[in-house]
């Protein structure tokens, strides 16, 4: 498992003091807001002076970050954040964890694919499942079809609903 996951991509700047604007890679732009340190791709860390929700982006002031210059040097870099900075809720798992599991039958044991992607869809989210053959199927993230996840072991147990594979 990787220790910093992308949380964020810094997409314009915010003012003439440094202030940047962060495209938010999170579930919301507030939880994007709720840390004090985050990092660059090399581990670096980047201190948050502060934050604030602007709409669905996140603007934030980062320690050094002080004039337009600065902050224009900054865009298009992906800030990332420690998975040991966030206490996840039971059944709660961080999308990067879920991506590549294979997706197997809870009682045939039959295998189904593997999770590519995860889609928000606002009622639930919707795992990708690329099939052997290269077909893609839908599933609803919802208890009635997802059984059980094991990260550790590499694998989701569902039960399909009807006719979903067919």
């Not at 992607?117 to 053959?133: K, L, M």
Request: glycine letters at 10%; a negative charge; proline letters at 4%.
């Amino acid at each position: 498992m990787k220790q910093y996951l992308e949380i964020g991509k810094i997409v314009s700047v915010f003012g003439l003091r440094g202030e940047v604007k962060v495209q938010p890679w999170c579930d919301s732009p507030d939880f994007l807001c709720g840390f004090d340190t985050l990092y660059y791709k090399s581990g670096t860390p980047v201190v948050v002076e502060h934050s604030r929700v602007q709409k669905n982006i996140v603007v934030m002031k980062l320690e050094g970050c002080d004039c337009v210059e600065a902050a224009q040097k900054l865009r298009g870099r992906v800030l990332y954040m420690d998975r040991d900075d966030v206490e996840l809720e039971e059944g709660a798992f961080f999308v990067q964890d879920l991506i590549g599991l294979r997706v197997i039958d809870a009682v045939s044991s039959e295998e189904y694919g593997e999770l590519t992607e995860v889609s928000e869809t606002g009622a639930n989210d919707v795992y990708h499942i690329r099939r052997p053959d290269g077909k893609m199927y839908y599933i609803p993230a919802i208890p009635d079809v997802v059984k059980e996840t094991d990260i550790e072991g590499g694998i989701m147990k569902i039960i399909p609903l009807a006719g979903l594979f067919d």
